[in-house]
């Protein structure tokens, strides 16, 4: 009995410390009324010098970074250029560097940054286009050279009523599921160090991608996907950073898909041995 008044005494003790420390963070919150933001201004097409902009913004419960660069521009200057669209980290248009970091405006909060200060900059990596807009076209084009759709030429879609089935298992679908949740944000592109050498390389977004399809069994595609990663620009320019899985806001490391295709094109995979055989009969 005693033992067990001991437990209730201590399961309350550690309650109290949850609640002291949920009151001390709202305190900090709501304590911390202003933040400066710091905005880098440029625009490209009129040879702008680039400048740092300060704007006090008055902080909100749960406000993102986002609705502090929209309060500055519907507020104190409405000629800051910011790309976004959904606010719910699913068009992935709002990438920007956020104190030196890549990560999404609407689903950062300030209340998870340290400090008064918050200093938001465009994407490394990309071609700057003006302010916190960066140009995205070779980003893509990475994209497109993976064909990033599933291709079977036995799908009889021209005859529906010879419409084929492709059925997949759970274990099928899980072999890819985690790489088909990216975005296209670009926040693993711009924090990769290969890409930042080597503009050729596709990047951990575009093999990601590779992979993704790579290791769909509905996909007959395979060999295409091969020859475009395996070149001298390609996946082996990879060196394993690791940084691109580190700022994905989605989960899907990359840097797993990127390691995962390179053991396929080697003739091994540790937990794909289905797939490798069903891509190479011999
Ligand atoms: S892999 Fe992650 S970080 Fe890279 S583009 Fe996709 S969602 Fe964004
Ligand atoms: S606005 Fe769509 S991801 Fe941020």
Known sequence: MNQIIKKIR???KKNNQKDMTKINNTKAETSRQMVVLNVYRANTHRNDLPRVEKFQIPVQRWMTVLDALLFAKSYLDSSIAIRYSCRMASCGSCGMKINGVPKLACYTKISELQGNT?????????????????????????????????????ADIKDENKLSEFKQTPQDVD?????????KCGLCYSACPTVATDTKFPGPQALSQAYRYYADTRDDLSNRRLN??????????CHFAGSCSKVCPKGVDPALGIQLLRGHIMGYSRNENKIAKLRDPT
């Open 10 to 12: 201590m399961l309350e």
């Open 118 to 154: 918050i200093t938001c900059e465009p994407l490394s990596n990309f071609p700057h286009i003006r302010d916190l807009v960066t140009d995205f076209s070779q980003f893509f084009e990475h994209h497109k050279e993976m064909a990033p759709f599933i291709h079977n030429n036995n």
């Open 175 to 183: 072999n890819y599921l985690q790489f088909s949740y990216c975005i």
């Open 228 to 237: 475009a990663v395996d070149g001298k620009h390609g996946i082996w320019r």
